[in-house]
């Protein structure tokens, strides 16, 4: 539903939303083959009984769009683009927690 200016109704994605993989592609300009070999490999969920009738977690679009910028800009195969987001997201977590231990020494 439109708002008075026209501009659609948004909220925020959480835990337990899941969207279409149809969608999924068009938003991360993935391919669903891709998206099949990530399910695969273990990098995102899916739900359904076949992979065009999938539903992937909406927390995965991250994911999904970094692993899908690495084979489309650099040429990344699936198999290194779910090792490279696995290695992003353990830097950003390991980041995270020298953020809050520093925040902790310095009470």
């Not at 891709?34 to 995102?44: C, N, Q």
């Not at 992979?51 to 679009?61: E, G, I, R, Y």
Request: net charge negative.
């Amino acid at each position: 539903m439109a708002t008075p200016n026209n501009v659609p109704d948004a909220r925020l994605l959480g835990d337990a939303d899941w969207i279409a993989v149809t969608e999924v592609c068009r938003l991360c300009l993935i391919d669903i083959t891709a998206v099949v070999e990530l399910v695969e490999l273990g990098v995102v969920a899916s739900r359904g009984p076949t992979p065009d009738q999938w539903f992937v977690p909406a927390t995965s679009l991250p994911r999904l769009r970094i692993a899908g910028r690495l084979m489309r800009d650099l040429g990344v195969n699936v198999t290194g683009a779910a090792l490279a987001v696995e290695l992003i997201e353990a830097r950003g977590d390991l980041e995270r927690q020298v953020r809050r231990l520093e925040r902790l020494i310095h009470q």
